[in-house]
């Protein structure tokens, strides 16, 4: 499978998986608004979030893929089908742990997380049962990021890229379904979607059998103490944790980062919670159908190069992504910048969300849209490192652009409020992936192809030709007040959007670059 095949195949269920989060979070909006609970529903759910991000798609999965894909190629099927059956062995183990441990001190993580939900006796203490109701969560999706990271090695990527629909679609039935009937039976309606988490982690996780199956790579798992020695003692699976443990501190910093803002937005007016996820569900649309499909693509494919020693091939699939990055980020950020009003107004803006909550929504989308080019970026860059096995390097920017980060957050929060927590960490990312960038030229590793000036050209020059249009576009309809006629704002938004794209596309043309060879190439 090409490239932009296999990129293609990751953007499509993505972007279906990001539609689908969006008629949930759109379900949530209507149902529940910006409120008390709604901030306690986002803080537990955070919570798993983080521990899942952490350790299983973060730490876990940027040291198993680079020492998976260099035994399949070095080592053969047979002795890779050992190595995961022993990774899937330990993995588990800790899993359990964990999972009984972060059930058991789920009022202390919900303190750490948001402190000040403490000022809603009610709202903390759901935030903390809900905790312990999802906190196993982290378990189904740990094992979900093992099978992942073994399909998009064998190069199957439909399953990895469908499977968070599943989740999705449980809390839409939560949300539609157990909502109303949990008010009939005097239970708080917002614990229906802690329901639905819990069936969709179960439903994701049992997605991945039949494919794992077809391919002769379903783990076995074994807790014999001398199977666990084997394991523990296996090179490889020591390789792994011997990568975890950088890879988990530059994990970590993101995650505290993270934790930093949600801490800060708790102590801002009621709702920013609740602001800042709802514009952070606009802004995975983006970076998940660009960043992440291309990170998920790129990744063993680099660690393959690397294992045969193809340093050109290798530096090409930089090169193509970041031409992809920038062909397609740039136009997003402008889109985020120019014209978030109208896609918050018409995608959340019914039932309990108010005319403020799309006005504040509003700005935290635009501060994420400042540095979109970055966030997507680093998704190509920081893979790089890792299939080489270079996990150090990435940590130790992670770090300082933590401090960064923070000390912006001294002087934009009390300028902007919750907008400012969005901003910090949009100027913070576009740090980063400078530095990650300088860092792979300046070692050799990445040689960029010809024609990269004339292409940036072709892009900002297209990109200005958008601006002028998605402006007045913005200022084309009174948003808000066309809550009353739904269909004829949401036709407005798809006439207009359609539009951007040929505005765009079109401009791009009259520059001279054929996108379709491009994409090819």
Request: charged share 10%.
């Amino acid at each position: 499978m090409s490239l932009i095949k296999s990129v293609s195949t990751v953007s499509l269920w993505t972007l279906a998986s990001r539609v689908t989060g969006l008629a949930r979070e759109l379900l949530v909006a209507a149902a529940f608004g910006a409120s008390a609970m709604t901030d306690a529903f986002n803080v537990a759910f955070r919570i798993p979030n983080l521990f899942r991000r952490l350790f299983a798609e973060g730490a876990f999965s940027q040291a198993f893929v680079p020492v998976l894909a260099a035994s399949k190629a070095k080592n053969g099927d047979v002795a890779t089908k050992l190595l995961v059956d022993r990774v899937a062995t330990l993995l588990a183990c800790a899993l359990v742990l964990t999972c009984v441990v972060g059930v058991i001190a789920s009022p202390l993580l919900v303190w750490a997380m948001a402190s000040g939900l403490q000022k809603d006796p009610a709202g903390y203490e759901a935030a903390v049962f809900m905790t312990r109701f999802m906190f196993p969560y982290i378990g189904f999706m740990s094992m979900v990021a093992l099978s992942s990271g073994i399909l998009n090695t064998w190069k199957r990527f439909a399953v990895p890229a469908a499977t968070p629909v599943l989740l999705n679609l449980s809390m839409i039935g939560a949300a539609w379904l157990l909502v109303p009937w949990f008010k009939g039976q005097g239970i708080e309606p917002i614990y229906a979607m802690a329901v639905g988490v819990m069936v969709g982690g179960l439903l994701q996780l049992l997605v991945q059998i039949p494919a794992l199956s077809r391919l002769g790579m379903l783990p076995r798992f074994s807790l014999q103490w001398a199977i666990l020695r084997e394991a523990c003692a296996d090179p490889d699976t020591r390789r792994i944790g011997k990568l975890m443990l950088p890879a988990l501190l530059g994990v970590s910093v993101a995650q505290i980062s993270l934790l930093i803002n949600t801490q800060i937005a708790s102590h801002l007016p009621t709702g920013s919670v609740s602001w800042l996820t709802y514009a952070d569900r606009l802004m995975e649309f983006p970076t998940a159908m660009l960043g992440v499909a291309l990170g998920v693509v790129l990744m063993p494919q680099l660690a393959g190069a690397r294992a045969r020693d193809d340093g050109a091939g290798y530096s090409a699939l930089l090169d193509w992504g970041l031409r992809i990055v920038v062909l397609l980020a740039v136009p997003c950020a402008v889109g985020l910048l120019t014209f978030s009003k109208p896609l918050v107004a018409v995608l959340y803006h019914y039932g309990a969300f108010t005319a403020l909550d799309v006005q504040q929504t509003t700005w935290a989308l635009m501060g994420w849209g400042a540095g979109l080019v970055g966030i997507v970026a680093i998704k190509v860059l920081a893979p790089g490192y890792y299939a080489s096995q270079d996990i150090k390097t990435p940590v130790k920017i992670a770090v300082v652009v933590l401090i960064a980060t923070q000390l912006m957050n001294l002087a934009l929060v009390p300028m902007f409020q919750h907008a400012g927590l969005s901003l910090s960490i949009s100027l913070g990312a576009l740090i980063n992936a400078t530095w990650l960038l300088i860092g792979l030229l300046r070692r050799g590793s990445f040689q960029p192809l010809a024609g990269w000036g004339r292409f940036l050209l072709q892009v900002v020059a297209s990109s200005a030709v958008l601006v002028v249009y998605l402006l007045w576009a913005a200022g084309l309809v009174d948003w808000v007040a066309l809550r009353a006629q739904p269909w004829l704002r949401i036709g407005w938004l798809v006439l207009l959007m359609a539009g951007s794209a040929a505005v765009y596309f079109g401009a791009l043309w009259a520059t001279g670059l054929n996108v379709r060879h491009f994409l090819r190439r």
